[in-house]
């Protein structure tokens, strides 16, 4: 497995793993898919992007999105946890690019929601 060697973009699903964690905390990891949601400009001045994880579990509280039922057609199913934006290190992680979309509408929202901006 090779580390990233190219910046990533809003819209990008890539699988990463952002382990390691401390036991018994409720953030996601294991090698799973994330929504990069920072633009390339940022991206290419440094190691991090700002991603939100998905989950297969079902989530039913106001800043989770069901990808599956609302998201753009894509092979990346599940519910986006917009609560857990987060930066991850692609620079020194193993990535795979999974595939390119849009991010929703309603996702910028909860993010604005999250870091309390309009």
């Given at each position: 497995?090779?580390?990233?060697?190219?910046?990533?973009?809003?819209?990008?699903?890539?699988?990463?793993?952002?382990?390691?964690?401390?036991?018994?905390?409720?953030?996601?990891?294991?090698?799973?898919?994330?929504?990069?949601?920072?633009?390339?400009?940022?991206?290419?001045?440094?190691?991090?992007?700002?991603?939100?994880?998905?989950?297969?579990?079902?989530?039913?509280?106001?800043?989770?999105?069901?990808?599956?039922?609302?998201?753009?057609?894509?092979?990346?199913?599940?519910?986006?946890?917009?609560?857990?934006?987060?930066?991850?290190?692609?620079?020194?992680?193993?990535?795979?690019?999974?595939?390119?979309?849009?991010?929703?509408?309603?996702?910028d929202l909860m993010i604005q929601a999250v870091l309390g901006y309009k």
């Amino acid at each position: 497995m090779a580390l990233s060697e190219l910046p990533y973009g809003r819209g990008d699903i890539i699988l990463v793993s952002n382990d390691s964690k401390p036991k018994n905390n409720n953030e996601q990891k294991g090698l799973r898919s994330w929504l990069v949601v920072s633009r390339k400009l940022l991206n290419e001045n440094g190691p991090f992007v700002w991603a939100i994880p998905f989950t297969t579990t079902e989530r039913e509280y106001p800043l989770a999105y069901d990808w599956t039922k609302k998201g753009p057609n894509t092979k990346t199913y599940g519910t986006l946890l917009c609560d857990q934006l987060v930066t991850l290190d692609v620079t020194h992680r193993w990535t795979k690019l999974v595939e390119q979309t849009v991010v929703p509408t309603e996702v910028d929202l909860m993010i604005q929601a999250v870091l309390g901006y309009k």
